[in-house]
T-cell receptor
Framework: KNQVEQSPQSLIILEGKNCTLQCNYTVSPFSNLRWYKQDTGRGPVSLTIMTFSENTKSNGRYTATLDADTKQSSLHITASQLSDSASYICVVSLSGTYKYIFGTGTRLKVLA | DTGVSQDPRHKITKRGQNVTFRCDPISEHNRLYWYRQTLGQGPEFLTYFQNEAQLEKSRLLSDRFSAERPKGSFSTLEIQRTEQGDSAMYLC??????????????FGPGTRLTVL
């Protein structure tokens, strides 16, 4: 079954600290993996997109890594800010289809 | 603001009523997606259009659901005989195919449906 699992489910950190979110997937055949940020009550916004040949991709303070062999990805947030409080969703696309499999997200809360 | 708009933003209806949502994608985007998202879950794929053609539908899209994109621009999602289980956020996303890494989807703000 094609699934995307994320951990932790929720996370609370202090402003200025770093954190790493995890994504494991069983989607096959795999096309690409994306990380989205979703603020409460709004649609998701794309942070990074990686194909199977890419190991890392950065977008400002966000750095995503991908290990296509172990089917794992991580999103590292550096020097967190209050505005980073949101859900972070890992999405894997199924090669040969138009389907995107979404994880349930990690809810991050950054405290002052 | 991603450039994708959805209307209405909120809809409250009684069970058994029909509802219709509209999505206006970014103008040059030929791909359009509908998703459903319930609280604490990630979005679930409902259907996909390339231009005006509906190329893929999820099994989640029961006979009570229908989507159209008549001129390859805006799209509508209709739910007939709504049930309480239809209460969710309905998200629309649009994209244009990029050669290297696939398309980046731009999501609208969603329509939150509450069925009483």
């Amino acid at each position: 079954k094609n699934q995307v699992e994320q951990s932790p489910q929720s996370l609370i950190i202090l402003e200025g600290k770093n954190c790493t979110l995890q994504c494991n997937y069983t989607v096959s055949p795999f096309s690409n993996l994306r990380w989205y940020k979703q603020d409460t009550g709004r649609g998701p916004v794309s942070l990074t997109i990686m194909t199977f040949s890419e190991n890392t991709k950065s977008n400002g303070r966000y750095t995503a890594t991908l290990d296509a062999d172990t089917k794992q990805s991580s999103l590292h947030i550096t020097a967190s800010q209050l505005s980073d409080s949101a859900s972070y969703i890992c999405v894997v696309s199924l090669s040969g289809t138009y389907k995107y499999i979404f994880g349930t997200g990690t809810r991050l809360k950054v405290l002052a | 603001d991603t450039g994708v708009s959805q209307d209405p933003r909120h809809k409250i209806t009684k069970r058994g009523q029909n509802v219709t949502f509209r999505c206006d994608p970014i103008s040059e985007h030929n791909r359009l997606y509908w998703y459903r998202q319930t609280l604490g879950q990630g979005p679930e794929f409902l259907t996909y259009f390339q231009n005006e053609a509906q190329l893929e539908k999820s099994r989640l899209l029961s006979d009570r659901f229908s989507a159209e994109r008549p001129k390859g621009s805006f799209s509508t999602l209709e739910i007939q005989r709504t049930e309480q289980g239809d209460s969710a956020m309905y998200l629309c996303a649009s994209s244009i195919l990029a050669r290297r890494a696939g398309d980046t989807q731009y999501f609208g703000p969603g329509t939150r449906l509450t069925v009483l």
